[in-house]
């Protein structure tokens, strides 16, 4: 659920950013596709085979970390205010051309980031002995 509302909370940055259509295609392809994939993925492997841990002695540590966290955040977000204009002449071309010039090279590296998560997950995934289990 909190992937579910962060993904919808970046559309609502592309619609800051006078971006209806990028806004769109993330809750549309995020928000709906990419969730149901994940719901599956979660629902059909083993979780029988892992101990559940159902009490975590470092939650207050976390919890003062995520309070410190928020409170250098926040005051950052009300002094400095971001005033943009609608851009008139945003284009799918101008899309592309930063897609390809621009923002290549990031990219890229997202898309190794997300080969090298794909091969973990079917390193961890395999079976430990070498043989289908049915």
Not at 5 to 33: C, M, T
Not at 48 to 72: C, E, H, I, M
Not at 110 to 130: H, K, N, P, T
């Amino acid at each position: 659920m909190a992937l579910l509302v962060s993904l919808v909370a970046v559309a609502g940055v592309y619609l800051v950013l006078f971006a209806e259509f990028l806004a769109l295609v993330q809750v549309l392809i995020y928000g709906g596709a990419i969730i149901i994939v994940l719901l599956f993925a979660i629902m059909l492997t083993r979780s029988a085979d892992y101990p559940r841990v159902t009490d975590n002695k470092q939650w207050p540590l976390a919890a003062l970390a995520s309070l410190a966290f928020l409170g250098v955040l926040a005051p950052s977000f009300l002094i400095n205010r971001v005033e943009g204009t609608e851009s008139q002449n945003a284009s799918f071309t101008g899309i592309g051309e930063s897609l390809f010039t621009t923002w290549a090279v990031p990219f890229e590296i997202a898309s190794l980031v997300l080969l090298v998560a794909l091969i973990g997950a079917i390193i961890i995934a395999r079976s430990d002995d070498g043989e289908e289990q049915g």
